[in-house]
Nanobody, 125 residues
Framework: EVQLVESGGGLVQAGGSLRLSCAAS????????IGWFRQAPEKEREGISC????????ITADSVKGRFAISSDNAKNTVYLQMNSLVPEDTAVYHC??????????????????WGQGTKVTVSS
């Protein structure tokens, strides 16, 4: 059973940084995508970052480009989201996701087979 557990969220002032972690387990496939999306109150889900594990190609949302970066530690089966220069508009619950047999051509929520419960990020002004 695939499990994804996010951590690292919290309250931070505008301009600050946070690093989110996603501990993954139960993988039974080699070709998959992994990334992050967020959901703010009364807003639609927004894809943040998506990586093809097979070729390391990554796409990043324009709203966070240059501020957020995805990375991974394969030995720990953990994916990170480094978030810098945070602004109040980044306030949301952040989820990591996994999709198998897909590629990150765009943010396609239909392709995400598993996601975690999320970790809440609040950015104060």
């Amino acid at each position: 059973e695939v499990q994804l557990v996010e951590s690292g969220g919290g309250l931070v002032q505008a301009g600050g940084s946070l690093r989110l972690s996603c501990a993954a387990s139960g993988f039974m496939f080699d070709d998959y995508i992994i990334g992050w999306f967020r959901q703010a109150p009364e807003k639609e889900r927004e894809g943040i970052s998506c990586t093809n594990v097979s070729d390391n190609v990554t796409i990043t949302a324009d709203s966070v480009k240059g501020r957020f970066a995805i990375s991974s530690d394969n030995a720990k089966n953990t994916v990170y989201l480094q978030m810098n220069s945070l602004v109040p508009e980044d306030t949301a619950v952040y989820h990591c996701f996994v999709g198998y047999g897909s590629k990150c051509y765009s943010f396609n929520f239909m392709a995400y087979d598993y996601w975690g419960q999320g970790t809440k990020v609040t950015v104060s002004s």
